[in-house]
């Protein structure tokens, strides 16, 4: 069996390194996460000279002092001796920054192959750089290329060739102040010892013991080799003795290294300004840097939802018609029983139709998102509203995410990867939920035409704004209790503008693209439940979807009580099967409301002539060919969108016109005024809990995906108490005016706090320090 070599590739973050991990490797990536972190791990497959090479992309990091979980991952990943050669990429217009990474990487006494990238971008802002002479001055092999040039991918796989071959590892090691060579030298010996144990060199071991570093200093002192009261004291002596801490003078050692370095191999031509230079002026204005950006996003969302919105009617049809209609069909011919139909059919090709509708959107918010950042601009955006967001504890890159959750709360939750701080990503997907996504708004239009006639634009404006302010309402509870700590501090490099590469932004589209398609079928488990509930009835049958006699329906008029004191009455249960199978995707509320107030009403209908329609039989090429006709059909009002990106078009106070909008019969109305008995204060209290309960299962899913189980179910319900007790509080105070039913939310509301900041208090005590200043603590 031919042996599989192992390369880690690491570098600064904006460096290049996705770029020429994704040219070297192609299609050939695999993405996951590193084992108990939700850090992405992203490796790769190319041949050279025959040998098949696994090449695995670690975190972009500054350093390896592993204060983060980032540098955690990369730092663990390089001791553990699985890659035979470290490949570290270096932007070549900031080396000398770059280089500090570099030194860390010596230190560990690990082969390494420097790739000086960008040299194009270096050259035009006047910068020449001797490679031999950086080879030389830092004993390993190096090769300058511009990684988005295809054909100078020739010359890495060379490099990496030859570099393997040889395995050399640097002897041009950092000179500290001699106080600190003498403490090393004399722990040296001793840390001989703990090669077993930490599988590192000993200078290593002892320059991270100066470094105070938690987890070096555990192995060592818990394995009794030093002891603490040791390391203590030499570490005060030096401070005294240097008049500074270790660690900064041997920064400043690394830095003096890096200086003589590029001394004698950088050369720099007269400085010029350059365009990215000339283009910051105007987008990071004083005055101007909120507005293009704000105009900028605007665009991202209306393609996002436009754009990709304009394909989901496609794949709905036809995966509804192959999995759904087609495969129930196929199973009817080979006499499969009715409940493993409803199960298969009904419940497995159902869950696979929802997420397929999700493809379109998220593929096209990663296209825009991959194109804002391959360009540069994302990281002026961030910088630009750093300052809006930092009272609330969260940088400026976390505002994209809660944007794109207007749209959709799925690809929002995803992209929330883009933060690279544990507690900034915890503390967004705890807030996206809030921001009302698209698919609400059929249901606010319903009850806009049934209640509110030509106030529904304020309505629908005032939930809007609602969600807004509970999402900052909710980052400020988070960062004071929870996820208590000072925010992390907001380090952003601006790379240079380029135009974006179409390969690099496909490849980086598909992959996220596939995370999501692969990571969320467990999504398909619980919609298949839901649809069985849904079709079996409590006389023991199937097909009973949205009748009075599901045993969904019979749970709704159970825990219709529940959600009595926030308006929905007993006899209104169809209004809490309808938040039911709005956990399976909130479009499905109006279906489910028009499906089962349309049969409580049916005495009506019949007296109207309203005979069920005949089935037609199934039609593959039919249905095929009515989702290639979805296309063009809502395409063609993708322009005029532009004036509407949310879709607030649909509001009207014309009954029949939002019925044809959002697929309802107009009779719904009437049965709706019927049950919501006291007016458009009941129903606003409805949609209060519409608006603020947990949002699809999708969402529910990527959020377990990004922040874990605890953490993910924990923000559902977190969501769905508060839904509970506004809609609660809102018609306690507008109409039901029961005392008990007001103290008793403002009860849970203090509970939540209180079990909030309890949480919040246990984490800081059992994490350990470099944990804490993770999280921002």
């Known amino acids: 069996m031919t042996e599989v070599r192992t390369i880690a590739v690491v570098g600064n973050p904006n460096c290049g390194k996705t770029t020429l991990f994704n040219g070297l490797t192609g299609s050939n990536q695999r993405v996951g996460n590193w084992p108990g972190v939700t850090v992405e791990k992203k490796e790769g497959v190319l041949q050279i000279e025959g040998q098949k090479i696994s090449l695995v992309d670690l975190p972009g990091i500054y350093s390896l002092t592993a204060q983060s979980e980032d540098e955690r991952v990369a730092r663990d990943y390089i001791l553990s001796g699985e890659p035979g050669l470290v490949i570290n990429i270096l932007d070549a217009t900031n080396l000398e920054r770059n280089l500090y990474l570099t030194t860390q990487l010596m230190e560990m006494g690990v082969p390494v192959l420097l790739v000086v990238n960008m040299m194009d971008l270096a050259a035009g802002k006047g910068i020449t750089i001797d490679l031999p002479q950086l080879a030389k001055g830092l004993g390993c092999p190096a090769v300058g290329i511009s990684a988005t040039h295809k054909k100078e991918l020739h010359n890495v796989k060379d490099a990496i060739a030859k570099a393997w071959r040889q395995q050399a590892v640097s002897d041009k090691l950092t000179e500290y102040p001699a106080e600190i060579e003498a403490v090393i030298a004399a722990w040296s010996p001793q840390l001989k010892e703990a090669k077993g144990i930490l599988a590192v060199n000993p200078r290593w071991a002892a320059l991270k013991l100066l470094e105070q570093d938690s987890w070096v200093t555990d192995k060592v002192t818990g394995a009794g080799i030093l002891k603490k009261t040791q390391i203590k004291d030499e570490l005060d002596r030096l401070e005294i003795k240097l008049k500074d801490t270790p660690d900064i003078i041997m920064a400043e050692s690394r830095y003096r290294l890096i200086h003589n370095l590029t001394g004698n191999g950088v050369h720099r031509g007269a400085a010029r300004e350059s365009m990215s230079d ?91 998102l991959s194109i804002l950042e391959d360009s540069g601009y994302m990281a002026r955006a961030a910088f630009v509203m750093d300052r809006f967001l930092r009272w609330i504890g969260l940088p400026g890159k976390a505002f994209v995410p809660m944007l794109v959750g207007l749209g959709c709360n799925v690809p929002a939750i995803m992209s929330t990867r883009t933060l690279e701080n544990k507690r900034d990503r915890y503390l967004t997907v705890f807030m996206i939920p809030f921001m009302s996504c698209g698919a609400r708004l059929p249901v606010y239009a319903l009850f806009g035409a049934a209640f509110f006639g030509a106030g529904a634009s304020n309505m629908v404006f005032s939930l809007y704004l609602i969600g807004i302010l509970f999402a900052i309402l909710t980052g400020l509870l988070l960062k004071n209790t929870l996820f208590k700590g000072e925010r992390s501090n907001f380090v952003m490099e601006l790379p240079p503008y380029h135009a974006p590469h179409f390969k690099n932004v496909m490849e980086y ?141 649909v509001i009207s106070d014309d009954k029949k016109e939002v019925a044809e909008e959002v697929g309802a019969d107009q009779r719904v109305y009437s049965v709706m005024q019927h049950y919501f008995t006291k007016g458009p204060l009941q129903a606003y209290a409805y949609l209060l809990f519409i608006l603020l309960y947990m949002p699809c299962v999708v969402a529910l899913g990527a959020a377990v995906r990004e922040i874990g189980k605890g953490y993910g179910w924990l923000s559902m319900a977190y969501l769905t108490v508060l839904a509970w007790v506004s809609a609660t509080l809102f018609y306690q105070i507008t109409l039901g005016h029961q005392l008990i039913w007001v103290i008793i939310p403002l009860a849970l509301l203090a509970l939540t706090a209180i079990t909030f900041w309890w949480l919040g208090k246990r984490n800081l005590q059992t994490l350990d320090v470099t944990e804490r200043r993770n999280l921002g603590a």
Request: glycine content about 12%; aromatic content about 12%; hydrophobic content about 50%.
């Open 278 to 368: 000339r283009i910051d002026k105007i987008v990071m204005h004083r005055l101007l840097g909120i507005p293009i950006f704000l105009v900028a996003l605007y665009l991202m969302f209306w393609v996002t939802m436009n754009f990709g919105g304009s394909f989901i009617d496609f794949f709905d049809i036809l995966f509804g018609t192959i999995f759904v209609d087609g495969f129930g069909v196929l199973l009817s011919m080979i006499h499969t029983p009715q409940w493993l139909i409803t199960i298969l059919a009904g419940g497995i090709g159902a869950g696979v139709q929802t997420l397929s509708t999700f493809i379109p959107v998220i593929f096209m918010m990663f296209l825009m």
């Open 509 to 649: 589209t598909w992959s996220r693209l596939k995370v999501f398609m692969f990571r969320t079928k467990v999504i398909i488990v619980i919609v298949t439940v839901l649809a069985f509930l849904n079709s079996f009835g409590i006389n023991g049958t199937f097909g009973n979807e949205d009748s009075p006699n599901s045993v969904l329906a019979q749970i709704g008029k159970t825990i219709t009580p529940v959600f009595e004191p926030m308006g929905v009455e007993r006899e209104n249960w169809p209004a809490t099967v309808g938040l039911f199978t709005g956990i399976f995707a909130k479009e499905a509320v109006v279906g489910t409301l028009n499906s089962l107030y349309s049969q409580i009403d049916s005495a009506t209908s019949q007296k109207e002539g309203g005979a069920a329609e005949e089935d037609k039989g199934f039609d593959l090429w039919g249905g095929v060919k009515d989702a290639f006709a979805s296309i063009p059909e809502a395409l063609s009002g993708v322009w005029e969108s532009l004036r509407d990106p949310l879709g607030l078009g």
